[in-house]
Each structure stands twice: as structure tokens, then as C-alpha cells.
């Protein structure tokens, strides 16, 4: 039974790729503020952020980016049809505060890497305040500790005409409620100071509104991969062969890749079940420690980072997809999760952590399974449900793809995004 028979059409009729949103803006000015933005095709930065962008130019939007150089550069920007303007705040040698690792991360690893945020934030706020001197509509701050000050930068460039929209995820709050908490005045001041607030998911908006009485907008990403990405697929778990697992992300604590690993030690009934780990990260060897330990080293296959083409035809090939997200030890977790909206468009069976902003997409037994965060024993439970009831998964999957595509689809994202820009101007205005 295919998913149009189980859940009616999706799509509806053929449309012309990026080419679908019917509420955009031409003529709108807005500049994007990031802590990175990639500095080749191959760099697995933000994807999902370049398809914002790519997709508002496309609509008309005139969208930029200002974000931080790495080592001087790159010479040449990767996206040409993305205007970026990279700050610097240091010699070229020293300019990897951002980009390899989330800041926390860096300065953690590498402590002398905290006397570079002092310049991090006056090279920051004095491009910004050039910036401004362009007057763009909007200033839309991502991640806004600490970059809420350059976008006030901005909008004091722009004569205090600019409109200053500040998105939030998750990770910013968790870092200050958690670890930072004299910085929690400054959080507020972000709010407070912004002409709309943004989450991306509603754990995240929760958070949020403990920092401010202003209305929060949800809106979250869409996937970097679009339907003309995907080739025709088998259906999930309709081969003879071993279970095939997959897990896509970033290697660090919170995305919880261990408890994968003791979980499909600990799965008896399937034990030529495989594990194939696509992404980079500081918790690769842990991860190889972990299988050895557990006696499945063969049967779990790290393969580093990927072309897009190899990250299709994975999701393409394999049975299940698990995100086992944990709370780290910074108090951060998933805020949303874009590698789940991917591989439910390719109709995947999916498994997830009841945490953070998971549970937006993923509801229990109807688009995919939840289990308990940091439980290898639940894990490997939900893993053998799946496999013991195969149709049912591809039901599950089924409907996930038809929510990935109803609540997730690039044309809801730029609405949403475009009528936040609304009120935030009109905010400006009345201020």
C-alpha cells in the first residue's frame, strides 16, 4: 500500500521548485544575523538557514547575511546568489571563535578562546552599525545571545528605522538558565528591545515567554532537501536483510548517539540489526569506544560527513531513522530537530526522544515513536516494535511525511516569517 493510498495526496498538483510561496514580500529588505554561515558547498553549517535565505531571494525578499569571518575568509563566498557580509574581529589566524563548534564548545575546549568575544562583539557591533547605514526593512537576529547587540547596532545605524526580529533555539536559553545565570538580565534586555520574538518550536516559545509579557511567534525551519531531492524509494522495512538504522547529526553530547549504540547492543531479537552514524563531531571516538565495549563495533558503521547525494541515498536505503537526543551537560537539548522533517519526506519510520522540540513533529504512535530520553532499554524496545510491526510503521511514516509537508513546508515557513516581518515593522513604526 503506498502513502497516497494511506493518507491521500500530499503535494497536490506539480509545482516548480522554490517557486510556490504565494504570500512574499518583494521589495522587503531584510538582513540576517548569524553566528555562521558556511564557508563551502561541502560545509554542513545551517543548511536549512542558506534554503531560508535562497528561498525569500526567490520570492523577492531582498534577503543578506552578516555573519563572523573564519581565518580572514572564506575568499570566495559558496552560495553567489546570497549576499553575505563577513565581519572581521581579529588577525585572520585567530578568527575561530565560531564555525568548528558552537561558542560555549570552543571556549570549554579552548579557554584562551575567551579573549576573543570582546572582540568577537566590538567587530560585531561596529560592522552592524555600518550596516544599518543601508536601512534595511528588517534586522532578523538568530540566536540573539549575544547577537540581540548587533542588531540593536543596526537599527542605531539605521537611524532606529529597522525593525529588529529576534528567533530564538533553545540552546541561548539553555546555556543562561542553566550555566549563566547573572547573564539572564541581558537575555531580558534581548527580548525587550526586539520588535518581535520568534521560537522554533514550543518547548523553546515556553522558555521564552518566562523572559517576556510580549507575544512569541513559533516558527520553525524547513529542510534543506527538497521533493525534487528525492528519488522514487523502496518502501521502509520491505527488504529481507538486517534492520538498517540510521542516525544523522552533529557528534555531541546532546544528540545522545551512545544511548543508540547500548540500545542496539541490548536489541537480542535483531542481531545483525546495523547502525550507520552519518556526521563529524567531538564524540566520534566515544561513539567507537562505546560499540567496542558493547561488542557491535562491526555492526555500527561512523561515516563522517557527506555529500548531499550520499545523504539521500541514505535516507533512501535504510530502515529506521533514530534521533536519541539527551539534555547535556550545559542544559541543552534538541530545539527542533531538522533530520527528522528529512527523513519523514522520505518516508522513513522514525524513533526519537521525548525532549525539547521533538515532540512538535513526532507524535507517539502516529508519526513516529517517543521514547524516554537517556534510555537505552526504551530504545531498543521502540526498535523492535517497529520491526515486529512493519506496516504499522510505514502508516506512522506515512503521516509523518504528510505533517513534515503541512506544518514544515517551505510555503508555511516564509509565511509565518513574512508576517512576523509585518508585525515587527508595524511595531517600529508605532514605537
Known sequence: ?????ICGTIDGPDLPRRNRTSNSRPGLQVLHVVTAFPRSRTDPITPWFVELVRRQRESGIDARVFAPAYRGGPEVEPFPEIPVERFRYAPASLETLTHDESVPDRVRHHPSMLGLIPLYLAGGIRAAHDAGHAQPDVVHVHWPMPHALFGAAVRRGSGDRTAVVCSYYSAELNWVTQNLRPLLPFLRWTTRTADAVTAISNSTAVAVRQLTEKPV???????????DDIPPVR??????????LLFVGRLVERKGVEVLVRALAGVASLPDAEL?????????????????MHGVADRVHLRGTVTREELVQSYANHDVFILPAVVDAKGDTEGLGVVLLEALRFERPVIASDIGGIPDIIEHERTGLLVPPGDPAALGAAIETLAGNREQARQMACRGRQVASDRFGWDRV??????VYVSAMESRRGA
Open 276 to 292: 550507520t552514524v552519518i556526521g563529524a563531531g567531538e564524540r566520534a571516538e566515544a561513539i567507537e569506544r562505546t560499540a567496542r
Open 235 to 244: 518502501p521502509a522495512l520491505s527488504g529481507d536483510g538486517p534492520l538498517k
Open 414 to 419: 516564509l509565511e509565518n516569517t513574512n508576517r
Open 1 to 5: 500500500m503506498s502513502c497516497g493510498e
Open 217 to 227: 511567534s513559533i516558527v520553525p525551519y524547513g529542510t534543506s532537501l527538497d521533493d
